[in-house]
């Protein structure tokens, strides 16, 4: 684990709807994260604090954005890591607004009598190590800030917290379960903290799988056909880019827009709900 403080003096202070406020973001170096990162800058945000995986995040993040974020290099699986990551947040900027849980790996739609015992069982454990815990060790890190400063958190869920087939058996259970961590944590730290989600479907990002099934060097985006097919299965009818999930986030961590929302999460995704066919009349 290390910190990048970095030095770049740029000091973009455009007023936006986050203006002055502090955010830490896990998973922040690639896809919807990173872009989450770049909106709330846009947003007037002092500054974002970036927990990543790779000293190649670390460096691109650096490279990008300067001293207006401050990268921690870690494992969302650790507590040590997410209070690193928390800590020196609130040392750079002076306190902490918005938790944003993002990390994640998908299961490469593993489904449950393909995979060996030995796989599933490793498998269970290193995809909810990161999708779950990974977000109950952020907030456990960050609660005592947010309460201070009356912030909240956001969490990236996906269209499989609540439908089946975004995924095999543990990446949709995985997301489920961030459904209750959502509704429990909002009721736990309430009145203090909100806590809501957002909820993407299928993305362009470079979205990994676990290493306990060897796909932890392949990405999401990189599956033949998957854009197609993800326009295909949805109204909408279009794949998402990272960037256009970032306005809900900033709603939800917007005082000012969202004062009286908590244990809310948004779809967005292509309207996934609404799949089927319509008649033509
Ligand atoms: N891309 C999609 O189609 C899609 C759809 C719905 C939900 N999501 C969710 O969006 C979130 C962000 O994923 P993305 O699609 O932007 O992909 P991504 O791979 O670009 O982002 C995930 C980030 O998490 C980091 N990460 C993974 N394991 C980590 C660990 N143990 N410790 C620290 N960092 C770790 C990765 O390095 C990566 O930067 C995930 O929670 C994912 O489940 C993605």
Redesign the pocket.
């Known amino acids: 684990m290390n910190t990048n403080t970095g030095t770049n003096t740029d000091t973009n202070t455009a007023r936006g709807w986050l203006t002055d406020d502090v955010a830490l973001v ?10 989450v990162v770049k909106r709330f800058l846009a947003e007037g945000a002092r500054g974002v604090g970036v ?4 000293a190649e ?1 670390v460096a691109s993040l650096q490279q990008e954005f300067g001293d207006r974020v401050v990268v921690v290099c ?5 507590p040590q ?1 997410n209070a690193a990551a928390v800590d020196a947040t609130v040392e750079r900027f002076g306190k902490l607004d918005t938790l944003v ?6 299961d490469f739609f593993a489904r449950l009598e393909k995979l060996s015992l030995e796989q599933l069982s490793e498998s269970f454990d290193e995809i909810f ?3 779950v815990k ?1 977000y109950v060790l952020a907030a456990r890190a960050a609660a005592p800030h947010l309460r201070a400063s009356h912030g909240s958190m956001i ?7 609540f439908y089946p087939g ?1 995924g095999g058996p543990l ?1 949709v259970a ?2 489920h379960a961030g459904v209750g961590l959502v509704k429990q944590l909002a009721y736990e730290l309430a009145p203090d903290v909100r806590v809501n989600a957002v ?10 799988g676990p290493a306990s099934l060897g796909k932890q060097e392949q ?3 990189e599956l033949p056909g998957f854009e197609a097919s ?1 326009a295909n299965s949805m109204p909408l009818r279009f ?2 880019q ?1 960037e256009d999930h970032t306005g809900h986030y900033v709603l939800l961590a917007s005082r000012a827009n969202s004062r009286a929302t908590t244990a809310s999460i948004v779809h967005s ?1 292509g309207g996934w709900e609404i799949r089927g066919f319509a008649r033509n009349t």
Do not use: E
Not at 74 to 78: C, T
Not at 101 to 106: I, S
């Open positions: 896990t998973g922040g170096g690639s896809g919807i994260g990173r872009a927990l990543v995986r790779s995040h870690g494992d969302v699986r650790s890591d849980g993002n990390a994640g790996v998908w190590a990161i999708n990974g969490f990236t869920l996906s269209n499989a917290a975004g990446y995985s997301k909820a993407p479907g299928g993305t362009a990002t470079p979205l990994r990405r999401l985006s993800v794949m998402a990272p995704d």
